[in-house]
């Protein structure tokens, strides 16, 4: 059975319309026009238990919602979905017990407390024993380095400790299944990259499945195996990160000096010249249409090289290229 | 449905047998760490309970006027001490209560309900914990400081009993106000604006309820509705119990609360449930 279970999943918000000013708030009082919103447009995917599954999508695509719906938080206007068997809007309470959720928008932490008080708090919450919940905060306190920040009020630690903490929070009651909405939001490289590892480090150590949502490809490229793009509500690409990039990072971008001067018309078949220079060249071609063989011999044929750089576009650049194909 | 299903997903070595003791723990732990949450402010929680002294200022003066000018020593069976004292707890409760209302529609228009909603706890139940810890400390600083005042003005509070039966009427006082705050803070679920509600149930309270005046003073039809009404079992109640401390007027002060209790409790619940079913959580 999988983890995570989703059919034809849809979300349409009726957001009430007010035109400005005080004619048109008692307008609206009296009669309210409504718009709706289609926020999520019959989604379908699966995740594994244990899975590390990476959502991403530019803004307003649809990721939080689904998330909400997920955590039972939101009702559906359509569709199904199970989380560990259950549906959530139905069964949230019990759902509750067995997932972890963190919004990285959305501190949980009191924020005048020490986080260890929101620990103690959850620790009840969840309704583990005492002597648990001292065993598990010890151990999700080295697990994420935080041993030296538990005491402190939360309103002093630096964003990317406190998300540490909220992470570890959210784990407190070893929940099979973590969802994580925007949960590297804010923080610097360092901070994501070591928030990165310890996420990945409990899904070694517990198992606990993940569905992440990000902004940032890297996320999803150092801790995913599987990613989704939706894009307005809908699925626009699904597959392993790894076939991904196989698949759209086949455009190359060819910078080359040369020693001598160039043709005026320098040129090659099939390749696009993105800028000539005197003594230079930016050019751009696709592996798939163009060979990589003829294209390096036509470029030492030119005359005598300088130099040569051969370069990927970015995960970032293939998300932008699958978004803007889906704009289309 | 619930358990059998839950269990058989649930990690091994933890059984969820949601005992009696483990929900109260929860909610005593939310109470619990309202409370630390404003002691970490003092200052703060010292500043609330000085508004107590002006207030009782402004009453020591007027009443002593009004009792002057009538030249009795006693109005509707209240002295002037007890009126002082019954202003005094009054005022206690109504500037110890917390409201909710706000921190709902608030909770509700933003969206942060939502991160309440994904914990095994009742949102109602939850709020109500934690306003009763921000509710107790303000209420212990303002009877501290309401007490010295009065009792520097017009001598010595009454008896023993009347501290312990004003505050088992306070507690039961606390739920009926959260009761109001959270139908009107679940308003927010349907209008946008909430404070013109929080307006009127303010007003009531003030007028109806007795924050300004004991009851007894008023004349008798507009004490007739006054009583039959929710608002003077919040503040009333306690207040008169405070000054007259006898079990008859307890025993009616209790049924009062628990019969509006019961009453907006129940409107609460019905609402509540219908709003989760239907909720829409902003943004983000
Ligand atoms: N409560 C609401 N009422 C009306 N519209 C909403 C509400 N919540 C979300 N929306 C709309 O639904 C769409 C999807 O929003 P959602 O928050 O799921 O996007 P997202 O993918 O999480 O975006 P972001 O990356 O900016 O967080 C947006 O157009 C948003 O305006
Ligand atoms: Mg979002």
Redesign the pocket.
């Known amino acids: 059975m999988p983890a995570i279970s989703v059919r034809n999943l849809r979300k349409t918000?009726?957001?009430k319309r007010k035109a400005a000013g005080l004619r048109g708030s008692l307008r609206a009082l009296w009669r309210p026009s409504y718009q709706s919103?289609e926020?999520?447009r019959g989604l379908s995917f699966e995740m594994e238990d244990g899975e590390l599954l990476g959502f991403i999508?530019?803004?307003?695509?649809?990721?939080?919602?689904?998330i909400?719906i997920l955590t039972g938080i939101l009702h559906p206007s359509g569709g199904e979905a199970t989380v560990l068997g259950h549906v959530p809007w139905q069964q949230r309470q019990d759902l509750a017990f067995q997932i972890g959720s963190v919004f990285g928008?959305r501190p949980q932490l009191w924020y005048h407390l020490p986080a260890v008080d929101t620990f103690y708090l959850f620790g009840k919450i969840y309704e583990i024993d005492d002597s648990s919940l001292q065993r598990r905060i010890s151990f999700l306190a080295e697990a994420f380095e935080i041993e030296e920040l538990l005491e402190t009020p939360v309103r002093k630690l630096s964003l990317g400790q406190r998300m540490r903490c909220e992470v570890a929070a959210s784990l407190l009651h070893r929940p099979r299944v973590l969802l994580l909405?925007?949960p590297s939001i804010g923080l610097d490289v360092v901070a994501k990259q070591r928030l990165r590892m310890t996420i990945q480090r409990m899904n070694e150590l517990e198992g606990v499945g993940v569905l992440l949502?990000s902004?940032d490809a890297g996320d999803i490229e150092t801790l995913c195996r599987r990613v989704i793009i939706?894009n307005h509500?809908e699925i626009v690409y699904r597959d392993k990160v790894s076939s991904l990039k196989r698949r759209y990072l086949t455009v190359k971008t060819v910078d080359v000096r040369y020693n001598e001067q160039l043709a005026p018309d320098f040129s090659l078949p099939g390749v696009e010249m993105v800028k000539v220079g005197r003594y230079g060249a930016k050019m751009r071609f696709d592996t798939r249409v163009t060979p990589v063989e003829p294209v390096i011999s036509g470029l030492a044929a030119a005359g005598s090289l300088a130099d040569v750089t051969v370069s990927e576009p970015s995960l970032e650049d293939v998300i932008s290229a699958i978004y803007a194909r889906t704009e289309a | 449905m619930r358990s059998r299903e839950a269990g058989a997903l649930a990690v091994e070595g933890r059984v969820r047998e949601h005992s009696a003791a483990a929900v109260a723990g929860k909610y005593w732990a939310v109470f619990r760490t309202q409370l630390l949450n404003s002691l970490a402010y003092p200052i703060d929680l010292l500043g609330r309970s000085l508004l107590i002294v002006l207030f009782m200022w402004i009453f020591m003066n007027l009443w002593r006027v009004t009792y002057g000018a009538t030249g009795e020593s006693s109005i509707a069976g209240l002295t002037l001490a007890d009126t002082m004292w019954y202003l005094m707890m009054a005022e206690a409760v109504m500037l110890s209560k917390h409201d909710l209302s706000e921190t709902f529609s608030e909770q509700v228009k933003d969206?942060s309900v939502a991160y309440l909603l994904n914990k095994p706890f009742n949102f109602i139940l939850y709020h109500f914990a934690a306003g009763l810890g921000d509710s107790l400390l303000a209420f212990a600083g303002n009877l501290l400081i309401g007490s010295a005042v009065v009792w520097l003005m017009v001598g010595p509070p009454p008896g023993i009993a009347g501290w312990i039966f004003a505050g088992a009427a306070v507690v039961l006082s606390w739920l009926l106000d959260f009761c109001f705050s959270a139908l009107i803070g679940l308003s927010a679920f349907v209008v946008e604006e909430t404070n013109a509600f929080r307006w009127i149930y303010q007003k009531f309270l003030l007028l109806l309820g007795g924050v300004l005046i004991p009851l007894d003073f008023f004349p008798t039809w507009l004490q007739t509705i006054s009583l039959n009404l929710p608002f003077a079992w919040i503040i009333y109640g306690p207040a008169r119990l405070f000054v007259e401390p006898s079990l008859t007027r307890l025993g009616h002060v209790f049924l009062q609360q628990c019969i509006w209790l019961a009453v907006v409790g129940g409107i609460v619940w019905v609402i509540y449930r219908r709003a989760v079913a239907r909720l829409?959580?902003?943004?983000?």
């Open positions: 918000f009726q957001m919103i926020a999520v999508g530019p803004n307003g695509a649809g990721k939080s919602t689904t909400k928008q909405d925007e949502t902004h939706v509500g | 969206g829409v959580i902003n943004g983000g």
